[in-house]
């Protein structure tokens, strides 16, 4: 059964870091790209990272870009988001994917399912 399972998120001050898991199950990431979602509250869904376990090739949204940074662990089978200097706007619940990911525009989710996700909040 493919499966990933999102993790490591919390309640942070602005300005403050959190670094976001994403372990996979059933599926070996090597083969694919793997994307960052998050939705806020009364908000769609987006796309703001990705990275293609062929060759190590990065996205980011405007709003994260020199702020987020995606890695993936092929040992770990997993990939993790490091966010540094959150804010407010950056609250939601994030999410992580199997994805084509585009350079020049965001990641397209290959499954139109989604596990529980992870819960960021930025606040003082």
């Known amino acids: 059964q493919v499966q990933l399972v999102e993790s490591g998120g919390g309640l942070v001050q602005p300005g403050g870091s959190l670094r976001l898991s994403c372990a996979a199950s059933g599926f070996t990431m090597d083969y694919y790209a793997i994307g960052w979602f998050r939705q806020a509250p009364g908000k769609e869904r987006e796309g703001i990272s990705c990275i293609k376990s062929s060759d190590g090739s990065t996205y980011y949204t405007d709003s994260v870009k020199g702020r987020f940074t995606i890695a993936i662990d092929s040992a770990k089978n997993a990939v993790f988001l490091q966010m540094n200097s959150l804010k407010p706007e950056d609250t939601a619940v994030y999410y992580c994917?199997?994805?084509?990911?585009?350079?020049?525009?965001?990641?397209?989710?290959?499954?139109?399912?989604w596990g529980q996700g992870t819960q960021v909040t930025v606040s003082s």
């Open positions: 994917a199997p994805v084509h990911c585009y350079m020049t525009a965001p990641p397209f989710s290959l499954s139109d399912k």
